[in-house]
């Protein structure tokens, strides 16, 4: 098992820069996700540290060796694709062997590897069937095998479920979980889906045009979002935002204007802010709760029932929507008019730059 | 209703088929018919359809020339230059068509431009080049100007073929520790083969065929097949008979290997379109 280093990884291509200096460190046996959305540059990161795309500048360890100039066979990782990337012509026993094979395996030994692993992925009566014969779940475990079957320091994952539909994803990735718990590998799996993201990683990378917004634990980033970008990003249905006025604050706390001109005290820092400045207030439609009166009141204009929860979208006065999301048996319907309570210990603040205000009680699960 | 005018348009289209196939196909039926008539019958108007077919100008054909000479001389030189051609052109495929760079597109057209030329234009430097390397009347002179003559086309076939190859399987290889040159040879080329045997039938039949440089490059030791069909072309005027004759001893064998390979080559030839 090994660790993986970046330092200030940069990559230009032409003249445009893709990966503006990523620093990030990965402990062995970690599951570290990279997500963000299209185009924010992780599967381009992913492909450098695979060794698929030169990287421009900085450095790059794996067990503390520099790897920038070594084959991406020579890395000691394997790689999953999202397009799986079987060769066509070989049946799944090649698929497996070829990278044996290539690094001069004796024909036994590869037999006994390929044999072990088939079994641990239940592949066995499928070995001399070729990819075109095999289902979609049946070709993301074959080039998962191919992966684990070479033993590598480092598992790579390119948004390798995003090809399987809603059902088999699911149970991917629970077998990709209990995989990795398994094997103990240290891996590195890119995706856009924050499901993916938030239930197998041990440490997430939030990434945006290149650059990280964030890096920490699922629960973390949930609750506590370094920036607006994070916030939004993280967590279904996304969360809300509306603007307030900043009034004051101390130790325990920041007190925000609301625009209905209700106050709302935070318990969050806010060091040096000048009251007055505009800030931003989020909370999660998870952390809104209903009342049928009170302040804060706004017309019902959609109703999302997803059986066990249901989506409120909820127009305020100022024309802003905020969703809840509360029980499956709520009766409020359309047209109604509710009143939101904020809980404060569940809100964030923003400051104008987008950067969260410092929470003043680390939630128990984020430490 | 509809059903009937779908059933015309059938016959209709079938027919059409049927039409351009054979109107295509003339010309070697006619030569090859020509070829079993006598020489009177072969100039006689009206054309005969049915007559008493003879030999006659095969035996003198066969006679007059050695038939062999020229058959393995056009085989060296087009299995030689198609073998060159594909060696070449391979690699060159590849990294264009893996490893682009913004050149790459420039590249291609430049590569193609040599083809826009029209090969007289380049006869009296390419004959002076070829009497002063003593390439003159060789096969090997003539394949290499038979295998530069279609390198561009080749190249871009191969572009082509190779580009319906997905990346990632080739990533796949590296990542598995290959070479460039193991990925080339393991997963690249088993997956581009239809393509392969394709362009390599196509550059077969063209340099089978290639007569211009064949004529003008040769005269008695490397002449190939064309030039022996020339032979029984001009001095002491046209007997179609022998002409006949000559052209389709000179086309039967590629004919018979384009109908031997013509699954492959239409699976090659429409790799791209299906998918």
């Known amino acids: 098992m090994a660790t993986v280093e970046l330092k200030n990884l940069r990559k230009t291509y032409l003249t445009e820069e893709i990966i503006k200096g990523i620093s990030l460190s990965i402990e062995e046996r970690e599951f570290v996700v990279f997500v963000g959305p299209s185009g924010c540059g992780k599967s381009t990161l992913l492909r450098m540290i695979a060794g698929l795309e030169d990287i421009t500048s900085g450095d790059l360890l794996i067990d503390g060796q520099r790897v920038n100039d070594v084959e991406p066979g020579k890395r000691g990782l394997a790689m999953v694709f999202q397009s799986y990337a079987l060769y066509p012509h070989m049946n799944v026993y090649k698929n497996m062997e070829f990278g044996l094979k290539l690094s001069g395996m004796p024909e036994a030994e590869r037999r006994a590897k390929i044999e072990h692993v088939a079994r641990t992925l239940q592949l066995e009566p499928y070995l001399n069937h070729k990819p075109g014969q095999l289902s979609g779940g049946q070709r993301q475990r074959v080039a998962i095998g191919r992966a684990i079957v070479r033993n590598p320091k480092v598992f790579l994952f390119d948004e390798p479920l995003s090809n399987l539909d809603a059902a088999l994803r699911g149970q991917m990735r629970v077998e990709l979980s209990a995989l990795h718990r398994k094997l103990g590998a240290t891996t590195i799996y890119v995706t856009h889906d924050q499901v993916e993201a938030m239930t197998m990683a041990d440490k997430i990378v939030v990434l945006q045009k290149g650059i990280v917004e964030q890096i920490g634990s699922p629960l973390e980033l949930y609750h506590h979002p370094r920036n607006l970008f994070v916030a939004r990003f993280i967590g279904s249905p996304p969360m809300n935002f509306f603007s307030a006025i900043f009034q004051g604050g101390d130790a325990a706390g920041s007190s925000v204007q609301l625009r209905d001109g209700s106050s709302l005290y935070v318990p969050v820092t806010s060091p040096g802010l000048l009251p007055g400045t505009k800030v931003t207030v989020g909370i999660r439609p998870e952390h809104v709760e209903l009342a049928s009166s009170g302040p804060n009141s706004g017309v019902v204009e959609v109703i999302e029932r997803l059986g066990a929860i249901t989506l409120v979208h909820v127009r305020m006065p100022d024309g802003e929507i905020i969703v809840v999301q509360t029980d499956g048996a709520v009766l409020t319907d359309v047209d109604t008019r509710v009143s939101l309570t904020l809980p404060p210990r569940n809100c964030h603040l923003f400051a104008p730059d987008g950067l969260a205000f410092e929470a003043c009680h680390r939630h128990p699960l984020a430490a | ?275």
């Open chain 2, 1 to 275: 209703m509809a059903l009937k005018t779908k059933t015309s348009t059938r016959i209709g289209v079938t027919i059409l088929g049927w039409g351009i196939a054979l109107w295509l196909f003339f010309p070697i039926f006619w030569m090859i018919l020509t070829s079993f008539k006598s020489e009177v019958q072969a100039i006689s108007t009206p054309p005969k359809l049915f007559f008493m077919p003879t030999l006659s100008s095969y035996a003198e054909v066969f006679e007059r020339a050695n038939y062999w000479h020229f058959a393995l001389n056009t085989v060296i030189v087009s299995v030689g230059a198609t073998a060159i051609a594909i060696a070449l052109a391979v690699p060159a495929a590849y990294s264009m068509a893996f490893m682009p760079s913004k050149r790459t597109r420039g590249t291609l057209l430049w590569v193609l431009s040599t083809r826009m030329l029209p090969p007289v234009g380049v006869l009296v430097p390419i004959y002076i080049l070829a009497r002063n390397t003593h390439l003159l009347d060789t096969c090997t002179g003539l394949a290499i100007v038979d295998m530069l003559t279609n390198l561009p086309i080749i190249v871009w076939m191969l572009y082509t073929f190779f580009r319906e190859v997905p990346a990632p399987i080739l990533e796949a290889g590296r990542m598995d520790g290959a070479t460039r040159w193991q990925e080339m040879t393991m997963v690249l080329l088993p997956l581009a083969l239809p393509g392969i045997a394709s362009t390599a039938l196509l550059s077969l039949i063209l340099c089978w065929n290639e007569a211009f440089w064949s004529l003008n490059l040769t005269s008695s030791h490397a002449a190939p097949l064309t030039a022996f069909i020339a032979s029984f072309s001009s001095p002491e005027g046209l007997f179609f008979g022998k002409l006949s004759a000559a052209s389709t001893l000179a086309v039967a064998p590629i004919l018979v290997f384009g109908w031997i390979s013509q699954k492959q080559l239409v699976r090659g030839l429409t790799f791209g379109a299906v998918k």
